[in-house]
């Protein structure tokens, strides 16, 4: 059983939004929270595996809650998954730097909520990296590639220096494994230790983290 703590200030979306998970099967919501700070309260006492993190909230801000959230070792088990309005909300990267494990748009379908909570909670990232990629291409703007490794980054292998372009170029691991004529599973052991090494939450972090280190140039939209 999943555990999720449902996080937003408008009663009506959090009612919402806690009617649909916990109908859900193999879901179950565990608390409720109209602003960060109770939010950051309840996930220390209820240790949930998920929370659904609305950004724009009186007093603490989600994105103030995500990163006290991520950043307690006690809470290294709890996932942050942002609920919030793509088109309007310039803070998603923020949130991702703080430790979020992706967002999802208060506009998408119920099925694809529950999906979304469901692939936070398995250690997915919750876009896909090409989707993620847009998302940084849109926000964040990276420095041009030098073809030297930053010193950010030096204590990556010359492997992983690769393979990290690759995700923040938008691969999967399939596809790098195709790239670098590697196993699959070769190259998730790869994307495993470069998050531990760089202490990154998930595959999002991961590409900021090319971007911003420039390692690949971003795409017009």
Known sequence: MISVLIVDDQALIRSAV????SHAEGLDVVGEAADGLLAIELARSLRPDVVLMDIRMPGTDGIGATRAICSDPDLAGVKVLILTTFEE????VGAL????SGFIGKGFEPDQIIDAIRAVHRGDALLSPTATRSLIDRYVQPVAPTGQVPPALEHLTERE?????LVGAGRS????????????????????????KIQAHDR????????ENGLIRPQAI
Do not use: W
């Open 173 to 196: 691991n399939d596809e790098i494994a195709i790239d670098l004529v590697i196993s699959p599973h070769t190259a998730k052991t790869h994307v495993n230790r470069i998050m531990s």
């Open 18 to 21: 806690m009617d649909l998970v």
């Open 97 to 100: 730097r703080a430790g979020a």
């Open 89 to 92: 909300d310039q803070y998603i």
């Open 204 to 211: 999002a972090q991961l590409v900021i983290a090319a971007y």
């Open 161 to 165: 220096v690769e393979v990290l372009t």
